[in-house]
T-cell receptor
């Protein structure tokens, strides 16, 4: 099976702009989770989508949002970018049952100038 | 609230020596614990999880609920074990897949 794919792999934006990141899960996986990774805060959970519904949410401001489509592909959006949003954004997919192993994508490196 | 602590940022050991990565957690319910590993230029991937009780690549981890710990051990480190290791927790009483990660420990195995 093909692994989790994320596009784009690298992105440079300026403060105030918005950005959309995309994630294609492993075929058959219904759960997609998003994580932010930074040197200072480490890996932090953003949200999880399952069957097009947000099932879990982390402690991030409302500028961070996401959605999932009927084919399980997911997008996350960050509006009004801030310098502190510069990070590696990881997507992970799993079959959907709780506590399953999560399979991670390569990440999207976002730099906000 | 869920919290995972990995007190060591860096562990440097010689090949053939034992290695132990510490992980302590805080969670009011019943936890499911994981170890994820990231080798150089590779994706984050699952190494092992408590519920399966498997030994992967010679690594084992025991859940100690009294000490709220899930330390990762390997009796004889190999150079290919050099990587970043993350301990992670998912609450058994929670819905969905939400992992809380520790800060990570970088392991360097010297020849």
């Amino acid at each position: 099976k093909a692994g989790v794919t994320q596009t784009p792999r690298y992105l440079i934006k300026t403060r105030g702009q918005q950005v959309t990141l995309s994630c294609s899960p492993i075929s058959g996986h219904r759960s997609v989770s998003w994580y932010q990774q930074t040197p200072g805060q480490g890996l932090q959970f953003l949200f999880e989508y399952f069957s097009e519904t947000q099932r879990n949410k982390g402690n991030f401001p409302g500028r961070f949002s996401g959605r999932q489509f009927s084919n399980s592909r997911s997008e996350m959006n960050v509006s009004t970018l801030e310098l502190g949003d510069s990070a590696l954004y990881l997507c992970a997919s799993s079959p959907g049952d709780v506590y399953n192993e999560q399979f991670f994508g390569p990440g999207t490196r976002l730099t906000v100038l | 609230a869920q919290r995972v602590t990995q007190p060591e940022k860096l562990l440097s050991v010689f090949k053939g020596a034992p290695v132990e990565l510490k992980c302590n957690y805080s969670y009011s319910g019943s936890p499911e614990l994981f170890w994820y590993v990231q080798y150089s230029r590779q994706r984050l991937q699952l190494l092992l999880r408590h519920i399966s009780r498997e030994s992967i690549k010679g690594f084992t981890a025991d859940l100690n609920k009294g000490e709220t710990s899930f330390h990762l051990k390997k009796p004889f480190a190999q150079e290919e074990d050099s990587a970043m290791y993350y301990c992670a927790l998912s609450g058994l009483s929670a819905a969905g897949n939400k992992l809380t990660f520790g800060g990570g420990t970088r392991v360097l195995v010297k020849p």
